[in-house]
């Protein structure tokens, strides 16, 4: 079975509400083996949502709707939904008896504009829906099934969950489960990851994907499989290639942040930070660490005083770590430096240096620090560094 899921709301749109819906839907159905083959987010508008419906009718087998189903005269998926199947919308009183009963219970007066909940394509069949006034419905029609769920996210879940997943299963004899792992990768540039395990991305199950934020990289495997156990097994066959394509780069399951933390309670090691960058990109990623507070022992903030080219700036960083390391008592001191201005290119050199207890590493790399971007590879960097000397990795 293939799904398409469709967002209804001109919130969504203006941006004033995230649709974290569909990526519950999303998640869900790839557990529940159901492919997802797009996702779309619609105004409120007839016209358009209609249009939508009926294209997604036109690509897979079950469509899911989100919001639209309040009594206001902007929620109109019912409307669209019926116009799309072409089917009239009936009354159904018992569902207006519910509605005003969910009023009752919390002692307010229902409005007549509630009356419109009641309505549904003709040949629905109808989801009672106890934590809301929105009722929600299914209807089989030939080119597939589509599903009309409220947008409220805690009814939403509630209904998919205890209605939806059920009929899927059940009814139309979904057995099939698809799992994703997701594996964290650093210091190889996305093109080069890429070209390593292009021929995994060309596969169909299972699947291979990567994508990249602050110089971290994600890379997910779904598996398809008629048990967990078998899915397992595939996402383990390709996991053990990408491991050995991608070596000391790949971290696993642990995000680097994690990785870090985790190496310096294990090391029983102590960090302290001298930073010559305002900004303190450094002291940011170091804060992102889990119970950072334990392994932090002190930080020092100090941009330059005077200009400094790149050799100068490796020896700042490297004084600025023995110091702050011998000032908080700390068994590694970290310093990270800038130089003073960018190159013909545009990028700055960044130097960082790690005072350890079994000597010094140095590292100077050029960021472009015209965006915001290139501040959080910084933090990247010095983390990774610090990664790679607690893992006993040569420099």
């Known amino acids: 079975m293939d799904a398409e899921i469709i967002a209804i709301g001109s919130e969504l749109l203006l941006g004033v509400t995230v649709d974290t819906n569909s990526a519950y839907l999303a998640r869900q159905l790839a557990a529940a083996g159901v492919n997802v083959y797009r996702k779309m987010v619609v105004g409120d508008n007839v016209d358009r949502i209609t249009t939508a419906v009926r294209e ?3 690509r897979a087998d079950l469509v899911i709707c989100t919001g639209g189903l309040g009594p206001t005269l902007d929620d109109v998926t019912r409307e669209a939904v019926a116009a799309a199947l072409n ?9 207006l008896d519910q509605i005003a009963a969910r009023f009752a219970a919390m002692n307010r007066p229902m409005s007549e504009s509630n009356r419109r909940q009641a309505y549904v394509p003709a040949g629905a069949r109808i ?3 106890p934590r809301g006034t929105a009722p929600a419905f299914l209807i089989e029609d030939e080119r597939g099934t589509v599903v009309v769920l409220p947008g409220v996210p805690g009814e939403m879940r509630y209904l998919f969950e205890t209605a939806v997943l059920p009929y899927l299963r059940e009814e139309r004899g979904i057995t099939t489960v698809i799992l994703v792992r997701t594996l964290h990768a650093v210091g190889l540039g996305e093109s080069v990851i890429g070209e390593r395990i292009a021929d995994l991305m060309q596969q169909t199950n299972p699947t291979v994907g990567i994508s990249a934020k602050r110089a971290r990289y994600e890379l997910r495997i779904g598996a398809r499989a008629e048990s967990q156990a078998e899915a397992e097994a595939m996402i383990a066959r390709t996991e053990a290639i990408i491991r050995e394509r991608l ?3 790949l971290l696993g ?5 994690t990785v870090v933390a985790r190496l ?3 090391r029983h090691q102590t960090l302290a930070l ?3 960058i305002l900004r303190a990109p450094v002291l940011q990623a170091l804060l992102s660490l889990p119970d950072s507070d334990q392994v932090l022992r002190g930080v020092e903030i100090h941009p330059l005083d005077s200009p400094a080219d790149t050799q100068a700036a490796s020896d700042l960083a490297a004084a600025g770590a023995a110091n702050v390391a011998e000032r908080w008592q700390s068994s590694i001191g970290l310093g990270v430096q800038p130089a003073s201005w960018p190159d013909t290119n545009g990028f700055t050199s960044v130097s960082f240096v790690l005072i350890t207890p079994t000597g010094e590493r140095r590292l100077n790399r050029p960021f472009d620090l015209r965006s915001s971007d290139g501040f959080e590879f910084i933090g990247t960097a010095a983390l990774d560094l610090l990664r790679r000397y607690l893992a006993g990795e040569p420099e």
């Open 56 to 58: 997604a009718l036109s």
């Open 274 to 276: 001298y930073e010559g």
């Open 247 to 249: 070596g000391q780069y």
């Open 264 to 266: 310096l309670r294990e």
């Open 87 to 95: 089917r009239p919308l009936e009354f159904h009183p018992e569902l």
């Open 253 to 257: 399951e642990e995000e680097l942040p």
């Open 127 to 129: 989801i009672p829906n």
